[in-house]
């Protein structure tokens, strides 16, 4: 059981948009940055989103991140089949004297 | 860049513990602090826990009892022994960078080793 809550799948078309939601609490999201993760079959994560909303240097601002009290967004627009792959959310949880949590991961499928 | 590449065995038997090694090369240990994440098969990741390059640590409490983490800043390393594996333990461990204690933002990703705990 993951600490922070994600969709297991979601879909859509090439060149459509998507959502993933990742929904936390006080001590979590609530009071933390949000981070957001791809990683497609086979290979270890990629840092796609940090600080909420930030794009480390090489990803597309097809990839869109935003945070709302508890809950958290990812947006990927113009959808490509290369986007296929498993999304992650992760914050810092300040219960239990601090540590790293992560969704339970969405796998995305581009049809 | 800063790459990351874990070692260590394969396959460790049940009650032994299990130890693995990230080398950081491109860029310094120092300043950063180094986390060690799994990821059972076909499951979701779990954030083991971290080391800073000074030596100071904070583990996950679902594993705090059995982990302990060290560095080697002369030769750009830091460790993660855990003891007493069980078959729950069998997972890829990845080690990963963070910018601050309290950030789940890790980056870079060592490519990750499969660890088996099997007799």
């Known amino acids: 059981q993951s600490v922070l809550t994600q969709p297991p799948s979601v879909s859509a078309a090439p060149g459509q948009k998507v959502t993933i939601s990742c929904s936390g609490s006080?001590?979590?999201?609530?009071?933390?940055?949000v981070s957001w993760y791809q990683q497609l079959p086979g290979t270890a994560p990629k840092l796609l989103i940090y600080?909420?909303?930030k794009r480390p240097s090489g990803i597309p601002d097809r990839f869109s991140g935003s945070k709302s009290g508890t809950s958290a967004t990812l947006g990927i627009t113009g959808l490509q089949t290369g986007d296929e792959a498993d999304y992650y959310c992760?914050?810092?949880?300040?219960?239990?004297?601090?540590?790293?949590?992560f969704g339970g991961g969405t796998k995305l499928t581009v049809l | 860049q800063v790459q990351l590449q874990e070692s260590g065995p394969g396959l460790v038997k049940p009650s032994e513990t299990l130890s693995l090694t990230c080398t950081v090369s491109?860029?310094?240990?120092?300043?950063?602090?180094w986390s060690w994440i799994r990821q059972s098969p076909g499951k979701g990741l779990e954030w083991i826990g971290y080391?800073?390059?000074?030596?100071?640590?904070n583990y996950n409490p679902s594993v705090r009892s059995r982990v302990t983490m060290s560095v080697a800043t002369s030769k750009s390393q830091f460790s993660l022994k855990l003891s007493s594996v069980t078959a729950a333990d069998t997972a890829v461990y990845y080690c990963?960078?963070?910018?601050?204690?309290?950030?789940?933002?890790?980056?870079?990703w060592g490519q990750g080793t499969l660890v088996t705990v099997s007799s």
């Open positions: 990963a960078r963070g910018d601050y204690y309290d950030s789940s933002a890790f980056e870079p």
């Open positions: 491109g860029g310094s240990i120092s300043g950063y602090y």
């Open positions: 080391i800073f390059y000074q030596g100071s640590t």
């Open positions: 006080s001590s979590n999201i609530g009071n933390n940055y």
């Open positions: 600080e909420n909303n």
């Open positions: 992760g914050a810092w949880d300040n219960s239990l004297s601090g540590r790293g949590v």
